[in-house]
């Protein structure tokens, strides 16, 4: 991306160099590939005051001048045109400078021509007084160059010049522009930031926009069909423009980016291009059938012939802008033959729009084309810049081809853009950046960019404040005041900012990454171990009660003495441990090492619960510790292992329109716990009723998997409720996550097989058993007897009543086989058969009549 130095400082004042001011760009994130050098070289050229003339005495059309260059004496300079005189102040090139003077054989080149002392017509001459010719100014040969009265004498020319706002050199600086920075592909752009690194103010040039609607409406209209991929259609119409050679300004600015000059409407669309960002299109009015544009997409076969002179087949869908008769352009990519602005052009029709990037991307993919105006349209123009783009480009055309601005302005507009606002926290900024940048700062810096930056007030924790610091707290609670920080509204030229962390990414360029210290240490990292097949379990664990709805909890590993104590027992483990208290602890809060992770789910729950927070489901794998014998443990005498813990607490379900309300059980967190450890392809697991009342359950059950136990099934006590303030029944199952993991299926790759084709058979059993036989058993019993060709069991139906004698419950199985077969009535009934025997066998089950 071509920036003209001198175009820049239209837009924003500045005292730095181009080479220090393309520094300042690098650092901060727009960097310089390179820079040129434009105009002519005027080292060397000075102020002189011509004290006096007299003729030349060997030649009529030459003169002797007294030149005064600032020196210690004035110099002699042999002058031959005819408008030099006595009091003048002129450009001097004095001895050893070089020009390019043009040539004398080749009209149109130039040579180079080293001035130096010397006898012309028997006189000395030292220097040369300029015309604008000789100094690359102009064309102007008929005279010498005379300049104002001020003019310090001696004083460099190039400076004089630029004093005078004068600029003839020019200095192009080439950026390259990531595609995450569209704001950047303009002067005013980059100009912006320019403006925010040196705490200057923007210059953007003023600009009366008409309302929408006026004589514009009437005379022309735009359609579009297509909002999605057109969200905005902006245009103006100029009457009665003479079309002819663009003024030397508009040439100069052009020519210094590498853009060849055409005329001076399509000059005009090219130069505010470059100038905002914003691509236009500039049609000749009368050759708009109708006076009517639309805007569509490409029926499949259709053919287009583009600025350019090709034809080119258009892909089906593609977005076409056209008028009565057919299509005149390539929506953001290029315009057509038929009506482009011509020498004879009077009225022309300016189009500034807004389209979807992914649309105009995938266009100029497909047609193989490159221009400038899609290179802008695929990164995503201002949405809300067309009225500015083409406002500025209707009153140049008007200015520069004496045209007529038509009142009003056409302005299409179906989907306007949703400004997005931004919470940033400032602690947030300085753990990113590693630096504190003060508040005040922050919003400056912002503000320069064109974001708006106000304080926002204190709030309660929302969705998005709870996702942002999810990783940062342990259970952030709904009502809990976070950080106020800025409230930040990005600006519509920046599609690219769509995060908190985005926004600081603005705040460390323009804060100046020289100004962030670099670390008084740098952790190496070692090389890690891969993860054990027992930590892939259990991160498999916790991805799915994640998934299930439970929150993570990360809590202290160190809890008082006293807690300790009083979680060190049989009634949670198979086993009495006795507590592990540290030598030095920090405070009594943190004297021991927890036993179990139970005294942590309690306290996170009871907190939330007091801020209002009600239906809570937590879970928490972490390491617990205790005094016992094991004899695989690193340390002698003292036990570890993880733990897993799952809590439960509030509403179920809540009151709805056709649902009732229903608080949590037991068996609500049972369903949840079983789901995830089926996934895990343990053994089976037996549940065993507790032997003895516990102090700090209300009833609990054991469960085990091949003769170890594996951790309990339990509601909190109402004692230990009332201990840690707990407003609703708490209900936790923890259990050992080492155990779990040894004894998890090791699954290879996941395969996939097709659905089968063939019907499945489905069957119902009822039985009758004792009141006391758990149902667990019995469906594994039906699970290994029944085979392969069983694919599901469920109990659907559980009654007890007067049609089944005291004592004993009726519990109905659903069964549903399957093959990739057709199955026979035969096979299905023998297998119900043989279920049934190993029911009456095993479990003293008799089929239900």
């Not at 990164?379 to 783009?389: C, E, L, N, S």
């Not at 056709?658 to 697991?685: N, Q, S, Y």
Request: net charge negative; charged share 25%.
């Amino acid at each position: 991306m071509n920036i003209s130095f001198n175009w820049l400082r239209d837009y924003v004042e500045t005292d730095l160099s181009a080479e220090a001011l393309g520094d300042l760009l690098t650092m901060s994130g727009l960097e310089l590939e390179g820079i040129e050098t434009l105009g002519p070289d005027l080292d060397g050229i000075v102020v002189g005051h011509v004290l006096d003339t007299r003729k030349h005495p060997n030649a009529d059309r030459l003169t002797l001048c007294t030149v005064d260059l600032g020196g210690e004496e004035p110099v002699q300079i042999v002058c031959g045109a005819p408008n030099v005189a006595a009091g003048q102040k002129v450009p001097v090139a004095t001895n050893g400078t070089t020009l390019m003077l043009p040539s004398r054989d080749e009209p149109g080149e130039r040579v180079a021509v080293k001035i130096k002392r010397s006898k012309i017509r028997g006189e000395e001459s030292n220097g040369m007084i300029c015309a604008e010719d000789e100094l690359g100014l102009g064309d102007d040969h008929d005279g010498i160059l005379v300049l104002k009265e001020h003019a310090p004498v001696g004083q460099p020319f190039a400076t004089y010049l630029a004093d005078e706002g004068l600029a003839t050199n020019d200095a192009v600086l080439d950026l390259a522009i990531t595609p995450n920075r569209p704001d950047a592909t303009s002067h005013i752009g980059v100009a912006r930031d320019v403006a925010a690194l040196t705490n200057r103010s923007l210059i953007r040039p003023e600009v009366a926009i008409p309302e929408v609607g006026g004589a514009a409406t009437e005379q022309a209209s735009v359609t579009i069909d297509v909002p999605d991929e057109c969200p905005r259609f902006v245009g103006m119409i100029v009457r009665g423009v003479t079309v002819g050679e663009s003024p030397a300004w508009l040439k100069e600015r052009l020519n210094a980016i590498g853009l060849r000059p055409i005329s001076n409407v399509v000059d005009v669309t090219n130069f505010v291009m470059m100038e905002t960002g914003q691509p236009l299109h500039a049609y000749d009015l009368d050759k708009l059938a109708d006076a009517a544009l639309y805007v569509r997409k490409s029926q499949q076969g259709e053919r287009f012939t583009t600025l350019d002179g090709k034809q080119r087949a258009l892909p089906e869908g593609t977005v076409m802008v056209a008028d009565g008769d057919g299509y005149i352009g390539i929506a953001g990519v290029m315009g057509g033959a038929e009506s482009e602005v011509s020498d004879t052009t009077t009225n022309v029709f300016i189009e500034g729009a807004y389209w979807d990037p992914v649309t105009i991307r995938r266009a100029a993919k497909a047609l193989g084309m490159q221009t400038d105006a899609s290179y802008r349209f695929e990164r995503g123009v201002d949405p809300t810049g067309q009225p500015y783009a083409v406002a500025r480009a209707a009153h140049l055309v008007a200015d520069l081809g004496g045209g007529t601005l038509v009142p009003g302005r056409i302005d299409a507009h179906p989907k306007p853009h949703e400004p997005i606002t931004l919470t940033i926290r400032p602690s947030r900024v300085a753990t990113i950046l590693g630096t504190e940048v003060p508040d005040e700062d922050i919003a400056r810096l912002l503000r320069a960019i064109g974001f708006t930056a106000e304080r926002a007030e204190s709030r309660t924790m929302d969705a998005f404040a709870e996702e942002v610091m999810r990783a940062e707290r342990l259970v952030p609670a709904a009502e809990e005041a976070v950080e106020a920080g800025l409230a930040v509204t990005v600006p519509p030229f920046r599609p690219d900012i769509e995060r908190e962390i985005d926004v600081i990414e603005e705040i460390a360029r323009l804060w100046g990454y020289d100004q962030i210290p670099d670390p008084a240490t740098t952790p190496i990292p070692l090389i890690p171990a891969g993860d054990t097949p027992e930590a892939a379990v259990l991160d498999q664990l916790r991805a799915r009660l994640v998934g299930l709805g439970f929150r993570e909890l990360y809590t202290n590993s160190l809890v008082p003495t006293a807690t300790a104590e009083q979680f060190t027992v049989a009634e949670l483990t198979d086993q009495a441990l006795q507590g592990v208290e540290t030598l030095n602890p920090i405070s009594q809060d943190m004297a021991a090492m927890r036993p179990s992770l139970l005294p942590g789910l309690l306290g996170a729950m009871a907190y939330n619960q007091a801020r209002g927070a009600e239906a809570l489901r937590v879970v928490e794998l972490g390491h617990v510790y205790g005094r016992a014998h094991d004899p695989q443990a690193p340390v002698e005498g003292y036990h570890e292992h993880t733990s897993l813990i799952l809590g439960l607490s509030g509403p179920a379900q809540r009151q709805g329109w056709d649902t009732d309300a229903r608080d949590a059980d037991i068996f609500d967190l049972k369903g949840a716990l079983m789901h995830v450890l089926d996934a895990l392809g343990l053994p089976e697991i037996v549940e065993v009723p507790p032997t003895e009342p516990g102090a700090l359950t209300a009833y609990r059950l054991v469960l085990e998997v091949q003769g170890q136990h594996l951790g309990i099934l339990a509601r909190v006590s109402d004692a230990l409720m009332d201990q840690y303030d707990l407003q609703a029944p708490v209900y936790f199952a923890e259990l050992d996550a080492d155990l779990l993991a040894s004894l998890a299926r090791r699954e290879g790759p996941t395969r996939y097989s097709p659905i089968s084709r063939f019907p499945a058979v489905e069957r119902d059993l009822a039985v009758v058993v004792a009141d006391a036989q758990p149902v667990g058993p019995m469906l594994a019993t039906i699970r290994q007897t029944a085979g392969p060709l069983l694919q599901d069991v469920r109990v659907f139906d559980l009654y007890r009543g007067d049609r089944i004698e005291g004592g004993h419950k009726s519990v109905a199985f659903a069964l549903r086989f399957a093959a990739d077969r057709t199955l026979r009535d035969e096979e299905v009934d023998g297998r119900i058969r043989k279920v049934m025997k190993v029911l009456e066998r095993e479990h003293n089950a008799r089929l239900r009549s």
